[in-house]
């Protein structure tokens, strides 16, 4: 095929088709200059760097939501417990763009158990691929809310409206 110059590309053809496995071998969830966090997931790996907040993360029926939301929005999560034995892995520095934070997905999906202590080589390696994107970035282009944008405005459906950046 033609040269697509220093692209982030990977041919994926075999896996779509069934063929083989994945040609990736990581995959770069985010990188938020903004908010001042980042992931990547590497094998079995994912890491953050600094904490993305809570998400849409629904707790698993045995836990309690009233209690993980209470528990969230009062940074209370270092190493409390919920009603069953599952841990909140997200530490009380939960604004802090240093904080570090590995799983091992593949073994953990729910990402319960914070492995960053015990692999340093794999948190360096990781952190080292981070910069690596970080330096291929450019600036996000975040607008403002636009009021005008709201979807209850046109029928409850996301559309074009006039406002740009």
């Not at 009233?66 to 034995?85: C, I, S, V």
């Not at 590995?102 to 952190?127: G, I």
Request: proline letters at 9%; hydrophobic letters at 30%; charged letters at 25%.
């Amino acid at each position: 095929g033609p040269d697509m110059g220093d692209i982030d590309g990977v041919n994926q053809w075999n896996a779509i088709v069934g063929a083989g496995k994945s040609n990736r071998t990581e995959f770069l969830v985010n990188i938020d200059p903004k908010a001042k966090n980042s992931a990547l997931r590497w094998g079995p790996w994912k890491l953050y760097h600094g904490n993305p907040g809570k998400g849409d993360w629904v707790p698993p029926p045995s836990v309690s939501e009233h209690r993980y939301n209470q528990q969230f929005t009062h940074g209370l999560r270092d190493r409390n417990k919920f009603e069953t034995d599952q841990e909140y892995v997200f530490s009380e520095g939960i604004y802090n763009p240093d904080t570090i934070m590995l799983f091992d997905v593949e073994a953990d999906p729910a990402e319960t158990n914070e492995v960053s202590n015990d692999n340093p080589d794999v948190v360096n390696t990781m952190l080292e691929r981070l910069v690596y994107y970080e330096s291929r970035t450019i600036p996000p282009r975040n607008c403002v809310r636009d009021p005008a944008s709201d979807p209850a405005q046109f029928g409850g459906v996301w559309t074009p409206w006039l406002k740009t950046c």
